[in-house]
């Protein structure tokens, strides 16, 4: 099993998720926040999510307080700012760090196979990366790379 499907999270309500629940599946992973000037992409995520779901996309977002204190609160008010506000139906995860040495193990194997301008750090909310159906890390993309600008990557990672 490749190290990706090997992982595991916790979900927003509090469930364990094994990443190998994705296996056979193009992932995007994307450390979100609900207060940032990239908070509106969650809309242009869950349109690619509704648009490719059926050829075997899946977003995984990832709430992270860690870049200017933008994601304050807990479950709830994600939960709430996620599917009120921008209609995000893709899965959501427990608030998680991705930088540091408590980062999460999803964002450290991330960061380690697909390094960005900082190296092995994550520059700021709203970064995503891009998980080939076999689980190897395609491609990283920056925070003001908008989802619509994903797209071509993400039909060649679909094969369609």
Known sequence: ???????SALSLDGQPVSMADYAGKVVLVVNTASRCGFTPQYGGLEALYKKYADQGLVVLGFPCNQFGKQEPGGADEIAQTCRVNYGVSFPMFGKVE??????????RYLKKALPGV??????????KFLIGRDGKPLRRF?????PEKMEASIIAALNI
């Open 1 to 7: 099993m490749p190290p990706f499907h090997q992982l």
């Open 142 to 146: 920056a925070p003001y790379t908008t």
């Open 118 to 127: 900082l190296g092995g750090r994550i520059k700021w909310n709203f970064t």
């Open 98 to 107: 991705v930088n540091g040495s408590a980062a999460h193990p999803v964002f």
